[in-house]
């Protein structure tokens, strides 16, 4: 029996093929970078025909390292970067624009045109989304504004769109399957999370015709199988997942209340909230977790913080405190604790659960006895105090309490951080002994559709841990510094005004 599963994971910065074994253990990666197109301030692109060029070159690198037969391969599973838009021509499978990347706030203009009728929340109780320029719809809209042509093409069936789930099927399957998933689907402010389908109306108000959008399909059942002549030819493709989802169904965050938080450059926590759709009061986003075959779809929270990995980054970068990013614990463990130095990094402004854009950022307590040791400290501990913020937030809106918090990601590897991010939360925090959560997640939803894997409770078998830190704070400590965090967060709201922008024009 075939037992190999074959993840794809297309991302923001490169595509990766990783095939794993029966047990979940890593056999072969391959991994392949692409160009970030950056044509003027605030627009990134994609060349779409070089994600597809690079997918199947990592597919048959990755078959090649794993020195395995096609035959020996059960299904493909794929995961990729959410809301990010390509549009083709369905008759020469060529794209007529480059990609628009979910980071791209072109369409701001649309954007606010939108919300100056019903504000941002305007169609947050059918999509769990907030109106922003990261979901898909203002990119589709300014596709079919800005290319001659496009809207009448589009409807007249002439052009497809796709995130790059649906534009890889679609090539894979030599033009012949056109899906996403609800978990894609649940980004692009088009779709209904209750009937998890496209809804009219929003179709209407974006002026995006339907005949250009895909089936929306379950996230673990067979859409179809890699062409002739392909790499994997005949493989079933059987599992599609965007990123931060995949990353849960990974870390076999299934049910309600479980959870999992990445720490990369920015911070993405998602908790779980079973069939239940819980419509967020403090700034998180309701999504689709995942949803198997014709099972009820599974939904979750998810809150995002923009600024985590990357103060790492700039304290190497732009403060030429430390040569590279894991240096930071060395330099944190020069002092016992920060100090009372503490560190808000809204370089932004503050998303979930503040949502303050007149926020920047501030490094606060200091006296004269604060050192780099201590600004390395309060650089980590800003991370999981920002955590505790979006938790909160969490606990919040569904009235329970987190049992326990899965991480993964560049910055778990970090003992400090991890200590720190369970005693401020006062939750035990475990890593997996396979942190490439995101590419399992996709190799377990394929392998679940094709009998690979039996059924949740075989995948939950299969996660193994490889650490835990429990905490050892009080909770009078915790409380107090929590809430010298939050007064810190106060300092840094109502920053920008018109003398602060007209000294930054
Ligand atoms: P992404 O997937 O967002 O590119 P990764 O999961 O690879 O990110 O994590 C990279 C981030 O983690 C970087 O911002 C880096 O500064 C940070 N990082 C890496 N190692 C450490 C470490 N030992 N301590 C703290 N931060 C780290």
Redesign the pocket.
């Known amino acids: 029996m075939a037992v190999h599963v074959i993840a794809l994971d297309q991302g923001t910065t490169s595509t990766r093929a990783i095939v794993f074994d029966h047990a979940g253990e890593i056999v072969a990666t391959s991994q392949r970078e692409h160009e970030q197109i950056l044509p003027r301030a605030g627009w990134v692109e994609h060349d779409a025909t070089e994600i597809r060029d690079n997918t199947l070159w990592v597919l048959q690198h990755a078959l090649d390292e794993a020195a395995i037969d096609v035959s020996d391969v059960a299904a493909l599973g794929i995961t990729n970067q959410r809301e990010t838009v390509i549009v083709w021509d369905r008759a020469t499978g060529e794209p007529i624009h480059n990609a628009i990347v979910w980071q791209d706030t072109r369409t701001q203009a649309k954007v606010d045109e939108l919300a100056r009728d019903g504000g941002t929340d305007r169609f947050a109780a059918q999509t769990g989304l907030p109106l922003s320029t990261y979901s898909s719809a203002s990119k589709i809209a300014w596709i079919l504004d800005r290319v001659p042509g496009a809207r009448e093409r589009a409807g007249r069936g002439e052009l497809l769109f796709g995130t790059p789930d649906t534009w890889l099927v679609w090539n894979l399957t030599g033009g012949s399957v056109h899906v996403t998933d609800v978990t894609n689907a649940s980004r692009t402010l088009l779709m209904d999370l209750r009937t998890l389908d496209w809804d009219d109306e929003l179709c209407r108000i974006w002026d995006i015709p339907r005949a250009m959008l895909p089936e929306v399909r379950s996230s673990s059942e067979v859409f179809g199988s890699i062409a002739e002549g392909l790499p994997a030819a005949g493989v079933p493709i059987a599992g599609i997942l965007g990123d931060q989802q995949a990353a849960t169904f990974g870390q076999t965050a299934f049910e309600a209340g479980e959870s999992k938080n990445t720490?990369?450059?920015?911070n993405f926590l998602i908790v779980g909230t079973g069939t239940d759709i819980v419509r967020s009061q403090n700034g998180l986003i309701t999504t689709v977790a995942y949803r198997i075959g014709d099972e009820p779809a599974r939904y979750a929270l998810e809150g995002s913080i923009a600024v985590t990995?990357?103060l790492?980054?700039w304290l190497r970068d732009n403060l030429g405190l430390i040569a590279e990013?894991?240096d930071?614990?060395r330099l944190a463990a020069t002092v016992e604790d920060n100090g009372g130095a503490y560190f808000v990094p809204a370089f932004s402004g503050l998303f979930a659960p503040y949502w303050r854009p007149d926020a920047r950022g501030a490094l606060v307590g200091l006296t004269r006895f604060v050192n780099k040791g201590h600004i390395a400290r309060a650089a980590?501990e800003s991370t999981a105090f920002q955590t505790r913020d979006v938790i909160d937030a969490v606990v919040e809106d569904t009235g329970t309490t987190l049992p326990e918090l899965r991480v993964d990601?560049?910055?778990t590897?970090?003992d400090t951080?991890m200590q720190f991010q369970a005693d401020v939360l006062g939750v035990t925090v475990i890593r997996p002994r396979i942190t490439e959560t995101t590419a399992l997640g996709a190799a377990f939803a394929a392998g679940l559709a094709t009998g690979v894997w039996a059924d949740l409770d075989e995948l939950r078998g299969l996660w193994q841990e490889d650490r835990r830190w429990t905490p050892t704070m009080d909770e009078e400590q915790r409380e107090r510094r929590y809430r010298v965090w939050r007064k810190a967060v106060s300092k840094s709201l109502d920053w920008t005004d018109a003398d602060t922008e007209a000294l930054d024009a």
């Open positions: 720490y990369g450059t920015g990995g990357s790492v980054q990013s894991s930071v614990e980590l990601g560049g910055m590897r970090n951080l």
